[in-house]
């Protein structure tokens, strides 16, 4: 196998990632039973600067799809609620407007990609027509406007002979084209913001290359802010500006990629980072985290990672840490943090 670079390119993020364009205050979902209520997702915050693209990580269940789709009120699920303190994109807070108003920054202002192309495509309507239907609903656009707009949407996510390629259906189409064609319906509606569900996890390793080039290219070309889920710290290293790392269902880490992946400060981190193959010079087997993330009917008091972690105290096992600043534009949520020189742990 070959080990993935975790060296994150040395190419500054751009100027104007600075500006966030999404605000997240304490993005809450809960599940509920009639009885119990459970924070699959508990009170995450974050910022999207312009431009830039966020890689959110963490192990299966942390809550990384249901945040997402949380943000983008896609979740179906009757037993399932979100709420938030604020969700500011455009200079408004969106949490609080009605689905009616919502359903036009759906798609419009936030669009999302998922790892499963052909569960998000319309299996008896041609790919060019359903790029073309979005864009007439966007942007009000006639038929033959939106056609040709379709063709050279097309065109910029790479998709061969465009012209003839918009005629074809969705299972004419290869794998690592179907992605692109969905990405392609996604900007029909020439989002600010993309979201991508682990786009890349289902191709191979050459189409997956291409993709991740695809959506950089995006970025720079279009200005556009991207939130990344994926498992892959080699993924985040080479596409994204920053990192949030979720366990459980809450943020215990987030600041710039390259930072974070040299000094990462939350233990957690350090695990996954350790976990990566080739993280750890000369390491044959794959490494894991020992022990389980908790189940959302059990999760343990204090910080939700200390059965897991070898630095875990009494504290840890009764209070939960809050996000602390470390380097610049870092945060943590731990109490006996990686590097803390004086071994004591961050004050109460
Ligand atoms: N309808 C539901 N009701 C209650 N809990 C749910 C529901 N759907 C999902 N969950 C739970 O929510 C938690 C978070 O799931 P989510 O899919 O967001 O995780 P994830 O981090 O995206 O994982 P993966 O990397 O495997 O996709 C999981 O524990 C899951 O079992």
Avoid: W
């Amino acid at each position: 196998m070959i080990a993935p670079d975790l060296t994150p390119p040395l190419a500054p993020k751009p100027a104007s990632a600075r500006t966030p364009i999404l605000s997240v205050e304490r993005l809450t979902v809960e599940s509920h039973d009639g009885t119990t209520r459970r924070a699959i997702v508990d009170g995450l915050s974050f910022d999207l600067g312009e431009g830039e693209i966020l890689g959110l990580v963490g192990e299966s269940g942390s809550g990384k799809t249901m945040a997402c789709r949380a943000l983008m009120r896609l979740l179906t699920s009757p037993n399932l609620s979100i709420s938030a303190d604020a969700i500011r994109t455009g200079g408004r807070d969106i949490s609080k407007l009605g689905e009616a108003d919502f359903a036009k920054v759906r798609g419009r202002e936030m669009g999302m990609i998922f790892q499963n192309p052909s569960s998000h495509l319309d299996p008896v309507m041609r790919i060019g027509e359903q790029i073309a239907e979005t864009v007439r609903i966007a942007k009000g656009a006639s038929r033959r406007e939106a056609k040709a707009e379709a063709v050279e949407i097309l065109r910029q996510v790479g998709i061969p002979d465009p012209v003839a390629r918009a005629e074809a259906y969705a299972h004419e189409f290869s794998g690592g084209m179907r992605q692109r064609a969905m990405i392609a319906v996604a900007l029909a509606s020439d989002p600010k913001i993309l979201i991508a569900d682990e786009p890349t996890t289902a191709l191979d390793v050459t189409v997956q290359a291409q993709v991740l080039r695809l959506l950089k290219d995006l970025r720079d070309k279009r200005g556009m802010s991207l939130i990344f889920i994926t498992h892959d710290l080699g993924v985040v290293a080479q596409l994204c500006d920053q990192i949030a790392v979720l366990y459980a269902g809450r943020l215990c880490e987030k600041g710039p990629v390259r930072q974070v992946l040299r000094h990462p400060r939350h233990r957690y981190t350090a695990g996954l980072i350790a976990c990566q193959p080739g993280g750890d010079a000369g390491l044959r087997r794959l490494r894991t985290i020992d022990g389980q993330p908790p189940s959302p009917f059990a999760m343990p008091p204090g910080c939700r990672f200390h059965p897991r972690c070898s630095h875990a105290t009494e504290r840890c096992r009764s209070e939960q840490p809050r996000l602390v600043p470390f380097d610049p534009g870092e945060v943590a949520a731990c109490f006996h943090p990686v590097g803390d020189p004086s071994g004591l742990g961050v004050p109460a």
